[in-house]
């Protein structure tokens, strides 16, 4: 009762501003409403790769081994969100993050290259679970090393074996030694990593669950292997697979945002709005979270990995704006 007097008068006293955000103002991580993150290090853990340190806020309410997070960065005054996989077990007192700088990346090319202790970013709450029970047979490819560490590192897995596929240098290599698993590392300057080359390497491959991360190809390559010889496989994507689509595009109107952004038959509903100015909500923006649903009122979408049509017509249509392109002009409720 004390509690609630006194919130109705510190909420009195600082009207039209709520206490949180006096709270936000003094110290942007005591924020009980908008999580954030202050970076405290940065470390080069690969010729294109820095792993950030960071120090999250009240709000942060944890992970488990295996997810991944957002994190947001303002770049020519909006904010843009990206997701990176945890690599930092639950207790450890800070999070870590690994980042490799792409060719033409605007986020990872600011977090490898740019960020600097002290930086403020915005944090998404954890996501994902990519984990498996039992023995397992962990593959990866360059970057794709991330959701690895953070599982081995989390003290998630008993029975693991682990192939780290890079070309000269390997991303985290100072680190491989301490993890908790077997570990063989493929140099992939002389030929990429195969399915093939697994017989050698980890004679028992057949009785233990795959995961795998890494470029496109390797993905394709070892799911492929799996299915084919019956071994269960999971597979953690940093993009998502080409889109299927036809068309024109058209406008999109978002109503909330009050933006009209143009938009092509290939491009995601939000990549067009955040491109035309709309704060959009995200998270893996690759249709596995639902962050980023919207209500489609009017017009018609397609869904860039089926290529199925979606319509207003067909009465109260969610569409996840990170996987639907415009399909003629359309208008949704974010
Ligand atoms: C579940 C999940 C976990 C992830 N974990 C990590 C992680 O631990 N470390 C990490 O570095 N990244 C990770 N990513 C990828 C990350 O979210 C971004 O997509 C990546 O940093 C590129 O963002 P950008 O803004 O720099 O590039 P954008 O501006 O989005 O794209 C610029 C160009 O780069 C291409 N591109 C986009 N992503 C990639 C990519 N991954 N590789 C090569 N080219 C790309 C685009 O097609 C485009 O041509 C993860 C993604 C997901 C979905
Ligand atoms: S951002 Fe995760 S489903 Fe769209």
Redesign the pocket.
Known sequence: MIAGVLGRATRALTTPLLPDDYLAFVNPLWSLRTPRARVVATRPVGPA?TELTLRTGVAWRGHRPGQ?VGLGVDLGGRR?W????ITSAPTDEHLT????A????????HLARIARPGDLLGLGPAA?GFTADGPLLMISGG?GI??MLGLLRGGAVADAVLVHSGRGGHVHADDLADLPATVHRHDSTGGHLRPADLDDLVPDWRSRTMLVCGPAGMLDAFSTAATDAGVPCVV????PPEPVATGTGGTVTFTTSGVVATADAVTPLLRAGEDAGALLPSG???GICHTCVGRLSAGAVRNLHTGELETADEGDVIVRTCVSAAAGDCVVDL
């Open positions: 790769t991944h843009h990206r997701t990176y996989s993050v690994s980042v490799t792409v060719v033409d990346g605007s986020v990872s090319t994902g970057s991330t959701p953690e994507r940093f993009r893996c923006r690759m």
